[in-house]
Structure formats: structure tokens, C-alpha cells
């Protein structure tokens, strides 16, 4: 069994959480087209530091060679440099027409502002001022006109117009900033102040130094073909990195020069840091329940033979897996630490039932004939219980819970085989079984009648509870806030010291935008996109669409063009009159701008932009144009406003055909729509598993009644903790990680129940005292082990996993309760024998 685990096919850990929607998922069709044909949204990025700039600029160069020549198949493009100056030359050509007017009537009114300055007989003639040879008028024009304040163009257009950061910073001069601005910048650091002229446009820049040595940081920027999720994917971009690196760090430099990898690639964190909290909460899990048995048995030998016997059904469950799936998804990544908690029950009643029966056989084999005899039937019942719990998550259309459902059922299932046919060859091989405990769990004063009644007084405050709950119930909710849901980032001491990127931009800012990739199959429908996106943006004002970027943002149409030479002209030779030499402050400053702006004189095409523009909208096979990217402005957070974005901004057609759109954000939103969906048809499912299962387990109208109301008041207070911590402190909400909690706890939920009233109504001679000694102890050993297997999730990094085993706690421990005592006081009451 460990030769498919560990050899052949072996199991590798999968955490893209797109391979567990159905593959027929719009967004998941999306995403496989958006691979196909663009590549990874991804930035894969290897940074450069040294003290000699001109060397970190050959090496970029160098490693964008290598990455060309090695990495054949593996990439779509390099990036080295952000070359704005196109954008600054022709500035002008991409604002929309009234902005150009605007700017054209700002230089006319200048002009009369300042031949009024310094003509005093200037006069607007098209104005509501009086005519030149009054007197009156005269003395006005000879005061010092008022200085009009003058916007030259909105600040947000380029932006709305759709431009990368680096084509934005071409308008800057037109950007009118006040005082405390101005000094804020000034303050600032400025991370290509000490670049040569010819590297500027490099993606290089200058860290702020901690000593007075100072530091070029440059960064070659690759498409990648996958993204970084991609588990064998990145372990081979991996691989061929760390060839890379030592092949670039084994040369000699004249100066220190160090290289490291940054962005979503630098490493497989998520991956391993799932995989390193699996196997951290199993190793929690394992302690606490060994110490839990060690408690219960009040020995060392009992939780040694139940804890091998669980380990050993461990080694089929992951085999099965390897065998079945091939890889663990997030879910069944920790199915281990679950089987650990589940299946150590089996083991659990069947050490316990054998001690009860050791001074009443001669030999060891029949303790052990009959224990198996005896717990046979609610072994079968309880894991039946259990298994059609986990397969109700096989109606869910959430692969990630119906290949959890199948591997824990299966786990249950070698858990309970393992208990009655692997655990007795233990027992023999370790020399018998340990010895019962002797000390009653309840005070030996206490008579038979005396026991009945504490379990019926406190039966009577679990209903008054239960009321209560009611209350609290409609409270319970469903987590929309997906920053509890993920690992929270806590700065870690890294062996290799990271190298800064964003000084490398032009705007000193790393990029973390997630756009939605739109596809299409012909460049006019692109285009269509984009005068959609105008008026929802300048007509509509959609307040949820932050920008966007189109081959039209790049490249405005011809027509658009010629028409807008027509105004520069205009603009240029205003610009041109020798008036505006006597322009003072931030005029002067914007007329000597516009004086080169309106230097362009002919309209560009797609050829004419820098290449790494339209690398942003290339596709793997070289062409562009047909693949746009709209940019949400919404909290990215908040379940419900990225649901709201997905419908309006990811269903597009145009032309009779329906447009593809993929958005990592996408991905989880359906994930989250998809949970949300299957955890209704879950609740339905299961409720009706138990119900039949009761009717299969007791066919007597009394046991059926006794069974569901102790199930029914362990489901209503555990529903009313729930409301009540979310009502007070937010807390305990359902999420799209411990949904899959909810099948497993009511299916936990009533195998205790099964125990107590299968015990009590098999053995006529039975007290309420020995019930609670033997079954009892069994069950709240079971079940506290079983919350053990979950304890280890709360120790874990991801805040989504926690949640697993807050629920899971919270519900196996409130059904424990309410199973024991009203089962206790049901059984005294109810099932009475005469």
C-alpha cells in the first residue's frame, strides 16, 4: 500500500481550486481557453541587484537571451524595459475630442488674459464688457484682471482611457498638484533618480539605501504558458530557474550581484504550506487523541494498540486515493488528520467492549469471538451512518466535496474493517488487553434512581435551551468575507533576502490587479467591447469598473485620429504665438508641454507602439487584438460585490457570438455559488439518510422517537451556538472550506445515539450506572477523540481551514452532550423493561 503512495502513480497535492468545478463551468472553459491561447496572467520575475547599474542592464539582457534560447515552449514573451516615450510624443492623439477643445479654449482664453495683462485697451469683443472708448471700461481693463484657475484636462482620464501605469505618467505635467502635494513628492523617494538618461526607461531603479551605498534593483519580467498554480508546471519553471541562477551566479562580476526569484512563482507557497499544515495538524491530532486514550484507558497499552490500529487504516484510505485521484485536492489533504479522529471510534468500542467481557471467558480468542459478535451490528450501522453521510456530498456539483465524500467514506470503511479484523491481531501480538478501568464515571453514592433524575433535570434545561436556540438559529450565515477565509500574511525572516520590484516601474508601484481576460475571435468584436465599456464607464458611471485595455486603448481608431490632428493643429499654432513667452507659473509650464506635444503631425498604427505594449495584449501565436482586460474597482474581498462584477462584466456577446471570460476572481466566485448551491441539496440529503437510517437501526416506533429527538435537540443546539456566536462576536459562519463538516457531524451526530439505545435494549440486565461506565465512556471517548482529529486544524496558517475545525469541534461536542444526556434520560424513562 505505500508503493502507490509514495512510488507509483504517487500522491501530489493539487490546489487549484478551478480543477474542482465541473468542467462545463463558464469560468472554468474560460480559463482552459485563456491558457490556450494567451498564456498565464501570472508575472514570472527574476530580479537583479548590484552596485554597477550598467551591469545589471546587461544582465537583463543576458537573462532574457537565456530565457529565449532555454525555455522553449515554456513562455510567451520577456520584458526588460517600459519605453514610454511613444506615449509622450503622441500624448494628444489619444484624448478624446472635448478634452482637445478644452485644451484649445484654455489657450484662447490664456491668450486674452494675457494681452489684457499687458495691453490695458485688450478687449474681449465677444465678452459682456462695454465698448472700448468708455471711459469706465477703460479704467477696468487697466486693473489687474482676476487669475482664472484652468483645468487643462481631468486627472482620472488616462486611466478611463484605459493606459498602463507606464503610458500614464506621459500626462503628468498636465496634473495640476497642490502645496502639500508637491512637498509630499518632494519627500518621496525617488527610485530612478540616479539612473543614467539612456537606462530609465530599463526596468531598473533604486531601492531607498539603509547606509549611504547605493543599490540598482533590475527585474526581467516573463508570460509564462501556465499559471502558478499549476503544480508540475511551476516545479519544472522551478527547476529550470535554479539552472538559470546558478549558471548567472557561478560567473565572476566586478562587483556583488545577487539574483532571486519574485512574484506569484518564487516559490510553491501555497502549495507547501497546505502540505505543511496537513501534516502539522496530523501530528497535533495524533498527540492529543493518544493522551485522550491514555485518559479514558487510564493505561499506555489501550491507546497504543487503538492508535496503531488507526494509523494502519490510514495507509489503504491514502493508498485508495493515489490509486483512484491521484493527487489530494485541499480537502483530502487532510482527510488523514479526519480518519485519525473517525475511525479511531471503531477501535475505541472494540478494546472497551472487550475489557467488559474479560473475566467472563476463558481465553483470549473469546473475548475477542464475542466482542466481534457483539459489536458487529452497530459497527455496521454506525458506519453506514457515516459512509452515507460523506456520499451525500456526492450530489454536490463541488468536485472538491465529492472527492473528499469518497475518500473519507472509504476511510471509514478501512477504519471499522481494521478494527475487527487488523486490531485483534495487535491485541495478540502485545500480550492480551489492558485491564478495564474500575472507577465508575458517576459518584458511587448515587442509586440507580438518583442517576435517572440528574439526567432527566438537566434533559428538562437542554429543552429550555433548546427554545432558546430557536432564537439564535436564523442567525447562522454564510461567510461573504473572503479575507477570513485566507492565510493571513505575516512578514517571515526569508534565507535569501527578497529584492524590491516595484522601484523597477515607472510609478514606483507593484501591480496586483486581477483582471477579467476577455476573448475573442475577431478583432472588431474587441472593439465593440470597448465602446461598451466607454459609455458604462463616462455615460453609465459604473462605479464597479475601474479601467480597462483593448488593442483601441493602444491604438484609437483612424478616423478618431485624423480628427483630432485637426484640433493639435489648432492647438499648435496657438501654442506658437509669442504672446504666451510672458506665461508665468504653471501656464508657462503647460505651454511649453503643449509647444512638443502638438509637434505630431501624422496619425500611427499597431507597428508604431512599443512592443512591450502590445506584448501585453499578445496572444501565443503571435497575433493581438482579439483579447481585451477590464479592470474591477470593488472591494476583491467581498463575496457579493465580485458576484455582482462577474454578472455584469463576464457575459458579453457581440456579433451573434458569445465572448469568453476568465478571472481567477471568477473561479472563486463560482466556487463560492457553487458551495453555497450544494450545501441546501447536503442538508436535504443527509437529514433523509438519517432518517431511514433510524428506521433500518430501530424498527420499534419508541427507539425511532428516542433516536430523533436526542439527534433533533443535538442539530438545534448546535444550530443555535452557531446563530448566537455569529449574532454576538461574528463568529462560526459557514464557508466554502467546512461546509463539508455539516454531512460528517450529523452523520457523527447520531452513531452515538445508535450506541447508547442498541446497548440498552440488547442486554436486559443492564443499568443506567453500567450503561454510562461502558457505552458511555466508549462514546464521549470516541467523540472527544474525534474532535482531536480536528483540533489540529486550528492550528493551522489558512483562516478558511481553521474554520473546519471550529465547526467541527463546535458540532461533534454540542451532538456529544446532547447524544449522552438525553439518550441517558430516554433510555431510564421511555425504554424502561419490566
Not at 482664453?109 to 471700461?137: F, Y
Not at 499506555?300 to 488507526?310: D, Q
Not at 487584438?625 to 457579493?640: C, L, N
Request: aromatic share 12%; with cysteine.
Amino acid at each position: 500500500m505505500a508503493f502507490p503512495i509514495l512510488v507509483f502513480p504517487g500522491l501530489k497535492l493539487d490546489a487549484d481550486l478551478s480543477h474542482l468545478l465541473p468542467e462545463d463551468t463558464p469560468s472554468v472553459k474560460a480559463l482552459e481557453e485563456s491558457f490556450e491561447r494567451f498564456g498565464s496572467t501570472d508575472r514570472f520575475m527574476i530580479a537583479i541587484q548590484s552596485e554597477d547599474v550598467e551591469l545589471v542592464a546587461a544582465l537583463q539582457d543576458s537573462i532574457s537571451d537565456y530565457i529565449h534560447k532555454n525555455w522553449q515552449g515554456d513562455f510567451v514573451s520577456t520584458q526588460v524595459d517600459n519605453d514610454n516615450q511613444f506615449f509622450k510624443d503622441n500624448a494628444l492623439l489619444y484624448l478624446p475630442m472635448k478634452h482637445l477643445e478644452r485644451i484649445r479654449d484654455n489657450l484662447e482664453d490664456l491668450q486674452l488674459e494675457i494681452g489684457r495683462k499687458n495691453g490695458p485697451l485688450v478687449v474681449d469683443l465677444l465678452g459682456d464688457e462695454t465698448v472700448a472708448g468708455d471711459s469706465s471700461a477703460s479704467s477696468n481693463a487697466a486693473a489687474p484682471a482676476e487669475k482664472k484657475e484652468r483645468v487643462w484636462f481631468d486627472a482620472a482620464i488616462p486611466q478611463e482611457l484605459g493606459l498602463p501605469d507606464e503610458a500614464v505618467s506621459a500626462f503628468d505635467a498636465f496634473f495640476k498638484k497642490d502645496t502639500n502635494e508637491v512637498a509630499k513628492t518632494a519627500d518621496e523617494w525617488n527610485p530612478k533618480a540616479y539612473l543614467p538618461a539612456h537606462l530609465k526607461t530599463r526596468l531598473i531603479g533604486t531601492p531607498q539605501p539603509d547606509s549611504t551605498e547605493i543599490l540598482f534593483n533590475g527585474v526581467v519580467n516573463a508570460k509564462l504558458i501556465k499559471p502558478s498554480t499549476d503544480y508540475e508546471f511551476v516545479t519544472r519553471i522551478l527547476a529550470k530557474t535554479d539552472t538559470l541562477l546558478q549558471y548567472f551566479s557561478s560567473k565572476t562580476y566586478p562587483v556583488p550581484t545577487r539574483f532571486t526569484v519574485e512574484g506569484t512563482y518564487e516559490g510553491l507557497k501555497e502549495v507547501d504550506e497546505v502540505a505543511n499544515d496537513s501534516i502539522f495538524s496530523f501530528g497535533i491530532s495524533l498527540v492529543l487523541i493518544f493522551f485522550l486514550t491514555v485518559f479514558f484507558f487510564r493505561s499506555l497499552k489501550g491507546p497504543v494498540l487503538v492508535t496503531g490500529s488507526v494509523l494502519y487504516a490510514c495507509l489503504p484510505t491514502l493508498a485508495f486515493t493515489a490509486l483512484f485521484y491521484g493527487k489530494l485536492n485541499p480537502f483530502t489533504v487532510f482527510v488523514a488528520s479526519i480518519i485519525l479522529g473517525i475511525g479511531i471510534d471503531y477501535s475505541i468500542h472494540i478494546l472497551g467492549n472487550a475489557q467488559k467481557l474479560l473475566g467472563k471467558y476463558a481465553s483470549l480468542e473469546e473475548v475477542l469471538q464475542e466482542t466481534q459478535r457483539k459489536m458487529i451490528k452497530p459497527f455496521v450501522l454506525a458506519s453506514f451512518t457515516t459512509i452515507a453521510a460523506f456520499l451525500t456530498l456526492l450530489v454536490a456539483h463541488f468536485r472538491g466535496f465529492y472527492e473528499f465524500g469518497v475518500v473519507a467514506s472509504m476511510g471509514v470503511l478501512f477504519s471499522m474493517l481494521t478494527s475487527v479484523l487488523v486490531l485483534p491481531v495487535f491485541v495478540a501480538c502485545m500480550g492480551g488487553i489492558p485491564a478495564a478501568p474500575q472507577k465508575s464515571l458517576l459518584p458511587d453514592s448515587w442509586s440507580e434512581d438518583r442517576i435517572f433524575k440528574f439526567f432527566k433535570h438537566v434533559a428538562i434545561v437542554g429543552f429550555v435551551l433548546g427554545a432558546v436556540a430557536l432564537v439564535f438559529a436564523p442567525y447562522v450565515d454564510f461567510e461573504h468575507d473572503l479575507k477570513n477565509l485566507r492565510r493571513p500574511s505575516t512578514a517571515k525572516v526569508s534565507t535569501t533576502k527578497k529584492i524590491s520590484t516595484k522601484v523597477t516601474r515607472a510609478t514606483n508601484r507593484a501591480v496586483t490587479s486581477t483582471p477579467a481576460a476577455v476573448m475573442g475571435s475577431d478583432p472588431e468584436q474587441l472593439d465593440m467591447l470597448y465602446d461598451t465599456l466607454m459609455v458604462r464607464l463616462h455615460v453609465e458611471k459604473d462605479s464597479t469598473l475601474g479601467s480597462f485595455l483593448t488593442l483601441k486603448s493602444f491604438v484609437p481608431p483612424k478616423d478618431s485620429q485624423e480628427k483630432r490632428l485637426e484640433i493639435i493643429e489648432e492647438i499648435r499654432d496657438l501654442a506658437e504665438a509669442r504672446v504666451f513667452d510672458r506665461a508665468e507659473g504653471d501656464d508657462s509650464v503647460n505651454i511649453a508641454t503643449l509647444r512638443k506635444l502638438a509637434e505630431v503631425e501624422k496619425s500611427f498604427t499597431a507597428e508604431d507602439v512599443p512592443a512591450w505594449t502590445l506584448d501585453l495584449l499578445r496572444e501565443k501565436d503571435g497575433s493581438y487584438g482579439k483579447i481585451g482586460f477590464i479592470y474591477g474597482d470593488f472591494p476583491s474581498w467581498d463575496a457579493h460585490a465580485l458576484h455582482r462584477f462577474q454578472e455584469r462584466y463576464g457575459n458579453w456577446n457581440f456579433k451573434g457570438e458569445k465572448l469568453r471570460t476568465f478571472s481567477s476572481q471568477f473561479i472563486l466566485s463560482d466556487v463560492i455559488e457553487s458551495v453555497k448551491a450544494d450545501s441546501f441539496n447536503l442538508a436535504a440529503v443527509i437529514m433523509l439518510v438519517i432518517v431511514m437510517t433510524l428506521v433500518i437501526s430501530f424498527r420499534k416506533p419508541s427507539m425511532f422517537l428516542a433516536g430523533s429527538i436526542s439527534f433533533g435537540m443535538g442539530a438545534v443546539l448546535t444550530l443555535g451556538l452557531l446563530g448566537f456566536l455569529t449574532y454576538i462576536c461574528n463568529f462560526g459562519k459557514i464557508s466554502i472550506y467546512n461546509v463539508i463538516v455539516i454531512p460528517m457531524t450529523l452523520g457523527i451526530g447520531i452513531d452515538a445515539t445508535i450506541h447508547f439505545i442498541t446497548a440498552w435494549t440488547s442486554n436486559k440486565n443492564l443499568t443506567l450506572r453500567q450503561l454510562f461506565d461502558t457505552t458511555g465512556r466508549n462514546v464521549m471517548a470516541s467523540s472527544t477523540t474525534t474532535i482531536a482529529g480536528f483540533v489540529g486544524f486550528l492550528f493551522t496558517t489558512h483562516r478558511g481551514l481553521q474554520g473546519i475545525g471550529h465547526l467541527a469541534c463546535i458540532g461533534i461536542g454540542m451532538f456529544l452532550i446532547t447524544s449522552v444526556i438525553f439518550s441517558m434520560f430516554l433510555c431510564g424513562a421511555w425504554l424502561k423493561r419490566k
